[in-house]
Nanobody, 122 residues
Framework: QVRLAESGGGSVQAGGSLRLSCSASENIGINACMGWFRQAPGKEREGIASIYRVGGSTYYDDSVKGRFTISQDNTKNTAYLQMNSLKPEDTAMYYC???????????????WGQGTQVTVSS
C-alpha cells in the first residue's frame, strides 16, 4: 500500500488559514484519487474533499465548500488542502487518504495517513 504522511496542522484563531500537505511514498498507482477526511471528538469520521489524479476534478462536502480547496502536484506525489475562514467547528484530526472512485467515501479508501491535528479557537 502507498504510505501517506500529513503535515501542516496546528492551532489558529477563527477566521484564519492553514495549509495541509500530504506526501505519498510513491506514485499512487491504481488509486484514482487522493483526499481528506476529518474526525472531531465524539463524532463520526467524515470525508470532506477529493481530487482525481487524472483530470483533477474535485468534490467537497457541504460543510467546507467555498472555504477549503484541494489541489495536487502529481510530479511530487503530493496533495494539499488550503483551509480558509476557519471556524471552531473545523477542529478535528485531519487524515490524508488515497483510494478508488471518490475519496470522500470510506469504503473506497486504500491508504490512510497518520493524521494531523487542527485546532481553531474563537
Amino acid at each position: 500500500q502507498v504510505r501517506l504522511a500529513e503535515s501542516g496542522g496546528g492551532s489558529v484563531q477563527a477566521g484564519g488559514s492553514l495549509r495541509l500537505s500530504c506526501s505519498a511514498s510513491e506514485n499512487i498507482g491504481i488509486n484514482a484519487c487522493m483526499g481528506w477526511f476529518r474526525q472531531a471528538p465524539g463524532k463520526e469520521r467524515e470525508g470532506i474533499a477529493s481530487i482525481y489524479r487524472v483530470g483533477g476534478s474535485t468534490y467537497y462536502d457541504d460543510s467546507v465548500k467555498g472555504r477549503f480547496t484541494i489541489s495536487q502536484d502529481n510530479t511530487k506525489n503530493t496533495a494539499y488542502l488550503q483551509m480558509n475562514s476557519l471556524k471552531p467547528e473545523d477542529t478535528a484530526m485531519y487524515y490524508c487518504v488515497a483510494g478508488r472512485r471518490r475519496c470522500t467515501v470510506e469504503d473506497n479508501i486504500n491508504s490512510w495517513g497518520q493524521g494531523t491535528q487542527v485546532t481553531v479557537s474563537s
